[in-house]
């Protein structure tokens, strides 16, 4: 009797933990789906070379990309880019916009890679607004760094095939509230999906049939926080719970061709802690991410796969016109392209290497440097990984 009485105790006291913890995610959740709802509704080489590489490229990209597919379950594609700017309007003068004020001839040597995948993204490294009379004070014009694009620059986004943005960065709040909430409301009207403000947490949408959860993380006042590891934690459980693929973009880590490597130790970077980019990774996949892009430090940095997730520490200054040093290692980027299957866990990833010169946007690499960067690095930083990169630029588990 004393036995069953002591199991009866037990059996109570779960049932009674079951209904608090359903009620903290009820909480959670009701909080979240408030900021989502806010968020929603807020105001050098010859060109001819160049081509014949990108035909080659994609062309046994496609066959092998129809190799992995011809597996008994159809995997899901999705690529990841680094930073991204058009062209700024401000200030006025000098001018930091493409020829013409047509951003499309930037992103032409890669587009045809980006639209080829299930899903694309990228960090907008700035806001849309043709109105720049708020943007914040600052020194002299020529130190100034304010990155407001035109809003008909989103129209690049589109047509290049990218699904979702990260807005979570030092650089969306350039122009203040007015300039975020522009912002939403250019990529609302567009259709691109986004996160990475406190009040724009997560966003949950679908796509062919898959549902995705995205969230997006940096160091930066009115952004969701890196170094707030609980509320992460709680947005990725979430997000687990609701969609089949949940995907979490960070913008961490110091900046520049110093801080290459991965530490596994809190970075500060200007007096900023920008976040242990290892341990955050780390976390949000034992959360339930899927799959992790870093950016932010604006070189390329090591790969990592945890627990069969896939992670990039930092994936450089992908289309950045102006403004940014592209000298050396930060002139360096990939296009990474994850397959996963319908439950997020990792099969392979494919590398494509690009390079970008001075006022001129992506283009393909043949001495593939973004890749010969990522198996440096990745054999350096973590040593005790059983990953496979081979000089295709293929990603694997060789366990």
Not at 172 to 194: A, C, P, Q, R, S
């Amino acid at each position: 009797m004393l036995i069953v009485a002591k199991e009866r105790v037990k059996i109570q006291n779960f049932k009674q933990k079951t209904i608090k913890m359903n009620f903290k995610y009820l909480f959670i959740n009701l909080f979240l789906v408030v900021a989502l709802f806010s968020c929603q509704n807020s105001s050098g080489q010859n060109e001819n070379d160049i081509n014949t590489l990108s035909d080659t490229i994609i062309a046994e990209s496609n066959n092998h990309d129809s190799l992995v597919n011809n597996k008994a379950d159809r995997l899901i594609s999705i690529i990841g880019v680094g930073d991204m700017m058009l062209g700024t309007n401000y200030p006025k003068s000098p001018n930091y916009l493409p020829p013409n004020k047509d951003c499309r001839p930037l992103l032409k040597d890669v587009k045809s890679i980006l639209l080829d995948a299930d899903l694309t993204f990228g960090n907008c490294e700035g806001v849309f607004s043709d109105n720049i009379s708020y943007a914040r004070s600052c020194g002299s014009s020529k130190n100034c760094y304010r990155f407001s694009m035109p809003e008909k620059f989103a129209d690049c986004f589109v047509e290049s095939g990218f699904d979702v943005l990260s807005i979570g960065n030092n650089h969306v709040g350039d122009l203040g509230e007015y300039g975020k909430k522009n912002t939403i409301k250019v990529l609302n009207d567009k259709g691109i999906h986004f996160a990475g403000l406190s009040s724009c947490p997560y966003t949950i949408f679908e796509k062919d049939g898959i549902k995705y959860g995205f969230t997006a993380f940096a160091p930066n006042r009115g952004t969701n926080r890196i170094t707030d590891l609980k509320n992460a934690k709680q947005i990725v459980e979430m997000l687990d719970s609701l969609t089949d693929i949940v995907i979490v973009s960070f913008h961490g880590g110091a900046e520049g061709s110093k801080y290459q490597h991965v530490t596994r130790k809190t970075e500060i970077f200007l007096g900023q802690n920008r976040g242990n980019v290892y341990e955050f990774a780390h976390l949000v996949v034992d959360a339930g991410a899927d799959i992790v892009f870093g950016h932010g430090p604006h070189v390329t940095r090591a790969v990592d796969i945890y627990k069969n997730r896939f992670i990039t520490y930092s994936m450089g200054n992908f289309v950045t016109y102006r403004r940014f040093n592209l000298s050396g290692a930060n002139g360096l980027a990939p296009i990474i392209k994850v397959f996963v299957d319908k439950d997020g866990v990792f099969h392979e990833a494919k590398v494509y290497s690009v390079n970008q010169y001075e006022n001129k946007g992506p283009v393909l690499d043949p001495q593939n440097r973004a890749l010969k960067k990522i198996k440096e690095l990745t054999k350096s930083d973590f040593p005790e990984l059983n990953i496979d990169i081979s000089d295709e630029g293929i990603i694997k588990s060789a366990i």
